[in-house]
């Protein structure tokens, strides 16, 4: 079993910064690609960020400046740190893994419960 646990959310001015962290835990030996997705309501979900497990990096355009991506492969954590923040950042932020070995078994494209992010004054 693996589970995915976000954590770092909340309320925050705009202007302001967060840190958002994400652990998967379970009898772990690789995770691959891991990410975070954002859903606004009354959006669809959409990609923010991702790294694999040997540091390339990918980001949405509206990420690039002002959210970092990161992960440590011994806690099987990833980060994403979010600077400059917008009202139209605010949205619940999910975290994935899209293939992770588990127990020698494979399992593909696992989900965190969410993070509410709210940027407001």
């Known amino acids: 079993q693996v589970q995915l646990v976000e954590s770092g959310g909340g309320l925050v001015q705009p202007g302001g910064s967060l840190r958002l962290s994400c652990a998967a835990s379970g009898s772990i030996q690789r995770i691959y690609v891991m990410g975070w997705y954002r859903q606004a309501p009354g959006k669809q979900r959409e990609f923010v960020a991702s790294i694999t497990g040997g540091g390339a990096t990918n980001s949405a355009e509206f990420a690039l400046g002002r959210f970092t991506i990161s992960r440590d492969n011994a806690k099987n954590t990833v980060y994403l740190q979010m600077n400059s923040l917008k009202p139209e950042d605010t949205a619940v932020y999910y975290c994935?893994?899209?293939?992770?070995?588990?127990?020698?078994?494979?399992?593909?494209?696992?989900w965190g419960q969410g993070t509410q992010v709210t940027v407001s004054s």
């Open positions: 994935n893994a899209d293939k992770v070995i588990v127990a020698g078994t494979w399992r593909f494209d696992l």
